[in-house]
């Protein structure tokens, strides 16, 4: 299977930034896409960015649109969600996860916390 590692989660004041990462390792051969999700207490996981391998092509959703960033670097099997503008409601714990066509996203890290302070 695919094993997913996020880091650079952390504590950020209102209008500051971070940079996730999600390094891939193990049978990543067949992953089309990855996409970037969060969780906050008391709220369903929701999605937050896409990006495709090939051509990296990106999906936003609208609270994030104009304030992240996701990108990738095939070279290194990592996918980056740059955060800017951040707002204490970006709070939750992110988690990156692989999408195959025609399983979905089957693939998930164990997350990263990103905690925004007012």
């Known amino acids: 299977q695919v094993q997913l590692a996020e880091s650079g989660g952390g504590l950020v004041q209102a209008g500051g930034s971070l940079r996730l990462s999600c390094a891939a390792s193990?049978?990543?051969?067949?992953?089309?896409?990855v996409g970037w999700f969060r969780q906050a207490p008391g709220k369903e996981r929701e999605f937050v960015a896409a990006?495709?391998?090939?051509?990296?092509?990106?999906t936003y959703a609208d609270s994030a649109k104009g304030r992240f960033t996701i990108s990738r670097d095939n070279a290194k099997n990592t996918v980056y969600l740059q955060m800017n503008s951040l707002k204490p409601e970006d709070t939750a714990v992110y988690y990156c996860?692989?999408?195959?066509?025609?399983?979905?996203?089957?693939?998930w890290g164990q997350g990263t916390q990103v905690t925004v302070s007012s």
């Open positions: 996860a692989h999408h195959r066509l025609g399983r979905g996203y089957a693939y």
């Open positions: 193990g049978s990543t051969f067949s992953s089309y896409s």
């Open positions: 990006v495709t391998w090939s051509d990296g092509s990106t």
